[in-house]
């Protein structure tokens, strides 16, 4: 049920049925929206991935358990505090927090779900949240998806949107997807959240897989920092209001569809990186000639993770042997004397020995601030690819004075 203070405006260039608000509560400190409500019109079919740190946030646990039932109407999501290693009150809080959107709402409990983002191990100021959730009901529709972007940010630099349109049945279908995330990036996902919402009707066991495999090809192959955080989440709401039957895998759009959620996923995940805390470059690691797919990944996230081979390409320091090192202690087995790599179209390092051209890469990186690394194993046909971003000062301010 719909409550009747909530305003039926119409807002052009987000999917049908959808709409947002944003307040201050001033959760971390004041000036700035850092409260937001999304909420569907109408009940949707909802699907979504979390982190795999064992230690989670009061909201993941909550929202693991709601997703079981593949319905939504409502997420409520804060920044600049996580809700994470705050034990029991932290659990009572977040199921709190739903519980009043509901009611507000006039909707159930179960429909509701908790995201939050912010410093971990800080019991959640529920005497600044509570008052907020009337304010954010009574304005939702004055806000735009721009605004709940902003307002979910932490030490992003600027707003994450990705916006994608199919035509099924003569219809136009919208698909919009939001995410932040700059710090504490490592999978599986990331210190990030994202949420995707489409006014295509999908069932629910088909909404599940795609968003999962998504996920996996796309935040799940970024880090920034190798620190896994507590928070991850990703959820997607499809709420039906373009007026198509469900897509399933049998559906003649589920391949346009699918593929429109994989480019959403992947743009984010490149917004992400490139708004890394502290970046100057977005890198893009590619390891191929692999055995399998597991093993390009294994070797791929080594470098990716080096901070010697990040902190090396923030000062245009061609140092390839860093890649070469890091590749040898990722686990894989391989021959170095095989193995080639290249930055960008140069080709640095020619069966595991140096090609002594160290002036050109150094050019190369400094005319450029998106760097394509290409590791050639020589051992079989499979490949993966990672994306990271180069280590600078200013990643080390950001987070030595991020409490305070």
């Known amino acids: 049920m719909i409550s009747p203070m909530i305003k039926n405006k119409s807002i052009t260039g987000i999917p049908r049925g959808f709409l947002f608000a944003v307040a201050e509560a001033a959760i971390k400190k004041p000036g700035r929206k850092d409260i937001a409500l999304i909420y569907s019109e109408t009940e949707a079919n909802i699907a979504g991935a979390f982190t795999t740190n064992k230690v989670k946030a009061a909201p993941v646990k909550l929202d693991i358990k709601k997703i079981k039932s593949g319905r939504g109407q409502a997420i409520i999501v804060n920044s600049g505090n996580a809700n994470a290693c705050t034990g029991k009150k932290g659990l009572g809080d977040a199921d709190e927090t739903a519980a009043l959107v509901a009611k507000s709402m006039e909707i159930n409990n179960f429909l509701v779900y908790v995201c939050s983002t912010g410093v971990i191990g800080t019991p959640m100021p529920m005497e600044k949240i509570k008052p907020k959730i009337s304010e954010l009901v009574s304005n939702l529709g004055n806000f735009s998806l721009q605004d709940v972007a902003s307002a979910i940010m932490?030490?992003?630099?600027?707003?994450?949107?990705?916006?994608?349109?199919?035509?099924?049945?003569?219809?136009?279908?919208?698909?919009?997807?939001?995410?932040?995330?700059?710090?504490?990036?490592?999978?599986?996902m990331a210190t990030m959240l994202c949420f995707i919402m489409t006014d295509i009707a999908v069932e629910k066991r088909t909404l599940s897989r795609i968003i999962k495999d998504s996920v996996n090809k796309s935040f799940n192959?970024?880090?920034?920092?190798?620190?896994?955080?507590?928070?991850?989440?990703?959820?997607?709401?499809?709420?039906?209001?373009?007026?198509?039957?469900?897509?399933?895998?049998?559906s003649a759009s589920y391949k346009t569809f699918k593929k429109t959620i994989d480019e959403i996923t992947y743009e984010l995940s490149r917004l992400i990186v490139k708004d890394?805390?502290?970046?100057?470059?977005?890198?893009?690691?590619?390891?191929?000639?692999?055995?399998?797919?597991?093993?390009?990944?294994?070797?791929?996230?080594?470098?990716?993770?080096?901070?010697?081979?990040?902190?090396?390409?923030?000062?245009?320091?061609?140092?390839?042997?860093?890649?070469?090192?890091?590749?040898?202690?990722?686990?894989?087995?391989?021959?170095?004397?095989?193995?080639?790599?290249?930055?960008?179209?140069?080709k640095v390092i020619?069966?595991?020995?140096?090609?002594?051209?160290?002036?050109?890469?150094?050019?190369?990186?400094?005319?450029?601030?998106?760097?394509?690394?290409?590791?050639?194993?020589?051992?079989?046909?499979?490949?993966?690819?990672?994306?990271t971003c180069d280590l600078s000062e200013e990643y080390v301010r950001i987070n030595a004075a991020y409490r305070t």
């Open 154 to 188: 932490t030490t992003d630099t600027f707003p994450k949107i990705i916006k994608k349109t199919i035509t099924i049945n003569n219809k136009i279908g919208t698909t919009v997807g939001i995410c932040k995330g700059a710090g504490m990036i490592c999978p599986h």
């Open 221 to 250: 192959r970024i880090t920034i920092d190798g620190d896994m955080s507590t928070n991850d989440t990703v959820l997607i709401m499809a709420n039906g209001m373009l007026g198509n039957t469900e897509l399933t895998e049998r």
């Open 276 to 346: 890394g805390e502290g970046a100057t470059k977005l890198i893009e690691i590619k390891v191929t000639g692999a055995k399998n797919e597991r093993e390009a990944e294994q070797a791929a996230f080594a470098v990716a993770n080096s901070n010697l081979v990040k902190t090396a390409i923030y000062g245009n320091d061609s140092n390839t042997g860093r890649i070469m090192a890091a590749i040898g202690y990722s686990g894989i087995n391989f021959d170095e004397e095989k193995a080639d790599i290249y930055l960008g179209n140069i």
């Open 350 to 387: 020619k069966k595991g020995i140096s090609a002594g051209r160290d002036l050109k890469t150094n050019e190369y990186l400094k005319k450029n601030k998106e760097i394509k690394i290409r590791v050639e194993l020589n051992r079989g046909r499979s490949s993966a690819q990672v994306l």
